[in-house]
Every structure is written in structure tokens, then in C-alpha cells.
């Protein structure tokens, strides 16, 4: 379930966007200057779709924040020839840009194509499981598996990356994303729990003190 931050003061331009590149399971969260964009950011995000001009800055200052700490896809949205030109003398890593005014089909084949090479499918098989993210549908060699939508973000979370660990701090924060209200970390526990009851138990690893991994069966 990809969280998609889209940054870009155009409110009527961000709405279509928003609404081209929706699809089942994504969260996407729109920001219009660049400290609402920061602000965001502290909770993980796996794509950001960031315009060059904003009424506090320049985006590409962002990403150069950004590519310090991560490797999350960018793709930046540029008005003009000249802010063409700042991103090709740019080297601190934007994964591609698209040039207003776009076409929204267009775009929303370069944020599936960002997607895809990050490793956020919609669709995953994994070990007999077929795990289809965009359309909450989960099933096991054709048998059908429910999932709370808690326990699919946490499912998501946990194999989209591939094997590594999964801090619990990063789970509560993707799990429970309107983040109003105080998660305790027994509930992370809990919904651990009953994932493993519907997916078997060898597939969730506990790292002691630390989080949580994904491990398939015949790895
Ligand atoms: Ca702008």
C-alpha cells in the first residue's frame, strides 16, 4: 500500500493528479509549500512527486535534503525549459521528471513505472500466496485469505522489504498512519499475532529488540 506524497502549490493541478494516480490501497497525501512537504516526511513514504516552484522554496533543495537519508523514487513536475535545464544540472538524484502541462495517463505510467522498480508492486506472489494490495484481495494456492486493513499494511510493510528488517518504530508509523491518536506498541504485537494465524507462522520473524522480517519459506 504505497504512500505517495505529492508536493505542488497548484491546488487544482494537485487534485487531478491525485486523483490519475489513485488506485485502491494508495494513501496519498497532498502538501502545497515545502514545510508541509518536511512535516510530512517524518513519517516514511514510498514515492514523492515534487514541483520546482513553491511558494517557500525550490523543490530541488528538498530532494537534496531527501537524498541524504533516502533513496525514496522522486519524480519532479517542471513548468518550464529553464527548471529542465536546473534538473539535468542537478545531481543529487531525481529518478525522473515530467513537464507541465502533462498528460495524466502519462504520469500515472511513470509513478507505476517509480513504483515498480522500488519494489512496491501491487501485486505480489510469494510462496503460493498471491498478495494483490491494489484490490485488498489475498489468497493462498486459490484459497482466499481475509485481512483487516491493518494487517495488510503491516503484511505490505513487512514484504515489500524484501527481507530486511522492519523496525517496530517503522511499522506503527505505516500501520496506524492517521497518527492522531497514541498507538501502544501491544497493538503491533497483536496484529502480528494474527497475521501469523492467517499466514502461518514460519513467514514473520521476530528480531528481538527490534522489529520484524519477512522470510519466505524456501529462502
Ligand atoms: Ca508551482
Known amino acids: 500500500m504505497p504512500e505517495i506524497l505529492l508536493v505542488e502549490d497548484d491546488a487544482a493541478l494537485a487534485k487531478g493528479v491525485a486523483r490519475a494516480i489513485a488506485a485502491e490501497g494508495r494513501h496519498i497525501t497532498i502538501c502545497g509549500t515545502l514545510g508541509a512537504a518536511r512535516r510530512a516526511l517524518e513519517r516514511p513514504a514510498d514515492l514523492i512527486l515534487l514541483d520546482i516552484g513553491l511558494p517557500d522554496g525550490n523543490g530541488l533543495t528538498l530532494c537534496k535534503e531527501l537524498r541524504l537519508t533516502s533513496r525514496m523514487p522522486v519524480i519532479f513536475l517542471t513548468a518550464n525549459d529553464t527548471e529542465e535545464d536546473e534538473i539535468a544540472g542537478f545531481c543529487a538524484g531525481g529518478d525522473d521528471y515530467i513537464t507541465k502541462p502533462f498528460r495524466l495517463s502519462v504520469l500515472r505510467a511513470r ?107 524456501n529462502a
Open 111 to 217: 509513478v507505476d513505472a517509480a513504483l515498480r522498480r522500488a519494489g512496491c508492486e501491487d501485486v505480489l506472489l510469494i510462496d503460493g500466496f498471491r498478495f494483490d494490495f491494489a484490490h485488498a484481495d489475498f489468497s493462498r494456492d486459490g484459497k482466499q485469505i481475509s485481512l483487516s486493513r491493518s494487517e495488510q499494511k503491516l503484511l505490505y510493510a513487512l514484504v515489500s522489504a524484501r527481507g530486511r528488517i522492519v523496525p517496530r518504530e517503522t511499522l506503527l508509523d505505516r500501520i496506524w498512519t492517521d497518527g492522531l491518536e497514541y498507538v501502544d506498541e501491544n497493538a503491533l504485537s497483536v496484529t502480528v499475532r494474527r497475521l501469523r494465524q492467517k499466514l502461518g507462522k514460519a513467514y514473520i520473524q521476530t528480531v528481538y529488540g527490534v522489529g520484524y522480517r519477512w522470510e519466505n519459506a
